[in-house]
DNA sequence: CAGTGGTCTAGACCACTGG
DNA sequence: CAGTGGTCTAGACCACTGC
């Protein structure tokens, strides 16, 4: 362990080091990271499942040979990201884009309407799903060999019966090995939980690029407006654990109904 | 207080519970969050300016009568919402827009340059600036009352001689009695840092909505780019502490060389 | 009522900063 | 070296959930 203090309290596993490479600072790595680190490798080789509840803080307490406080800070960082749910007399428990609650965790797109009322769930509609040789662009993205195999889907989405975001997103197919559009089709709820659930691949956090772009022909056609007419642009790429990119989307949104909504802190 | 057993260890000054409205939920508000707001309007009344170091958890345990662990956690949530930040070592300091760092903490235009070179300090240009009665619109974001007196702003930032952000900007005129364009003009460092030092306005929060939108002439003109060019609308409320508004923007950004980068999770 | 997360305390010790 | 924030522990009690 990073630890040099706690002679006769190691957590166990007695987990590798992480740092103290011999050029480098000492790498002092607080016991509560060296716990949320087990946590988090528990999560990804998915001891407990999204939706599930992981053991009581007492529970991993005792597992890892440490106070409750401790593990109580190691999961307060993993709900910080989001990647666990606490609910007090319940437990704590996996996240996942299953859940009732916002319907697209990541979408950051809202109607106009001051009246809060908020609209119906989107008509979606695939265009395209294929399998392809992935372009030098697409497989720098993904973090893939230039030719390696990717599915290409791409959809509309409709509100209100307004064609409001046309999205092109590109996966990895061996980790998506059998999705097809008739799957997409089929599955309600959103397209991560699907990942979650069938492929059992989370994304965890997503890096959006902005831009404004003049609609091209074809956007324009699926879109329902007119060629050059300006659209917001959202370029994401989704990770899951260990920050490994598995998704490349590129967003075309109609902002004349819509907004897309940040927080600044 | 809305505490029921520290019968002995009342924080002082003994504060008048927040909540417990006769019909309403019983209101239960932990000590940490009691004193955070004890904090915060420390923070707000002043008593520690930005930059400055505010006192020692110790301190502050002995002046709220609690242990040091209650106020770490008040603490703890204060520099999660950004308000002040905690220096190992050192202490813990009011947050401010005027520290070297990033030289504009709101503002989430990127150079797309791969190359990690940050570019330089941008040129900035006032166009225009000043005082009108509040139309409608801009009252009503504001929270003043129609016809109330308003600054407007407007200029343009230039980056490696690529004029690529417009931005319109209103302010409340009270409480930024004396601001002029050469006020403006001969301040080194965000604007933000200048409310701050000169006017005793932090921002502290915001919120953006972001559209894309054809240049109109006007804009086209002083972003040297065609009319009917895309640009991304970048409409943005800063907000003061108690999430008083107190700062309209709208931008337009050129993402021909920038784009605006968001981090979801 | 037992079990969960949430709060609070008190005390010991560690890592970092500056004089 | 003293002072600051940061970590860790152990124990008590509270609030919430569901049986």
Redesign the pocket.
Known sequence: MA???NST?DPLPPAADAGDAPGGTPA?S???QQIKVLILQSLQEGEWKPGESIP????LAARFR??Q??V??AIDELAAENLVV???????FVATHAEHQVQYRFLRLLPDSGSGASEGPAERRIVDCKRQRAPAEIARALGLRSGDTVLQVRRVLTFQNVPTILEDLWLPAAPFKGLTAERLDAYRGPMYALFETEFGVRMVRAEEKIRALAASEEAAALLDVKPGEPLLSVERIAYTYQDLPMELRRGLYRTDTHHYHNTLS
């Not at 009581?56 to 529970?59: D, F, G, I, T």
């Not at 606490?86 to 704590?92: A, D, I, L, N, V």
């Open positions: 630890i040099s203090s309290t002092f607080p016991l509560y009581s803080e007492m529970e440490v106070s406080g401790t109580r800070k606490r609910r007090q007399g319940k437990g704590t």
